[in-house]
Each structure stands twice: as C-alpha cells, then as structure tokens.
C-alpha cells in the first residue's frame, strides 16, 4: 500500500455549519490552486433537520481568475462550467455539484473534481424554501498533483 502524504493537500472549503434555520446562502473559502494541479471537492450533508422538498439546497462551485490589480486574490466569481466539473447535476444553474431536496439525499457525501483552469475556487450554497431547524453541511477540498512535493500539510 502508498501513502499519498506528500502529493495532496487537504483544504477546508466549507466550515461545518447549520443551513437552512436562518434565510440567506453562503460563499465558502477560496481555494489557491497555484502550485497545483487538480481538485477533489467534498460535500458532506448531515442529517436534515426538517422534511426536505420545498426546502432544498444546491451546492455550486465558482471559479476566479488572479486579480492583476491585486496578485494574489480573486478578480471575480463566475460559476463553473458543467465542463469544468467531472460530476454535475444538469437543469439548475451550471457548475452544480449537487441538488438535495429529498430526504433520502441526507446524509450522504457527494463529490466531483474540478477541471477548469481558473486559479481560484470555491463553493457556494445557495437555499431554496423554508426551514426550521436547519441541515448540517461542510465541503471539502483536496488539491493533488504538486508542481513539486512532497507539500507540507498542517497536522
């Protein structure tokens, strides 16, 4: 057996939170990809606090350019492409790694790996309906195939 400690990093996308008790959608963490060369990302729902149907959410994934006014940081966030994804979810809006409005969808982890170009990405969840007490969600990244490893992963 291989160990792969030094070709991936992993990176928190989303931080472990309750969607859905308070109205509004929420942008995760932006993911350099510099130095790297592809992404797995991570969808990890808990067990849903109210019946879903009405109440569904989508998780996204947006992609940015490098900001030339300012090296370093996003320009502006577009979502991905279907293209860009190696799994996605088709009639809702593009780069939708996945629907969950049912609750035999929950919990469950659903991943994709994305293939664009851009050097920044990120998630998004966007909500639809009303909920009262809420879903647990938080998404994940893993980056792999280094420029040059092994990288240095935080214990």
Known sequence: ???????LMPVSMLDPI?????????????????????????????IEGDTLGTQKFYV???????????????????????????????GVNTGTLCLVDANAEAPAIYWTTYRGGRRFVRVYINEEGTNTNGTPIACFGIKGHPHAAPVAVAS
């Open 1 to 7: 057996m291989r160990e792969h400690l030094g070709d």
């Open 18 to 46: 309750k969607y859905g008790d308070t109205p509004g959608d929420g942008a995760g963490i932006t993911v350099d990809m510099q130095g790297f060369d592809s992404l797995l990302i991570g969808a990890q729902f808990g």
């Open 60 to 90: 996204e994934v947006e992609h940015s350019l490098d900001n030339p006014a300012s090296p370093g940081s996003p320009l502006s966030w577009e979502d991905c492409a279907d293209s860009d994804l190696s799994k996605h979810v088709t």
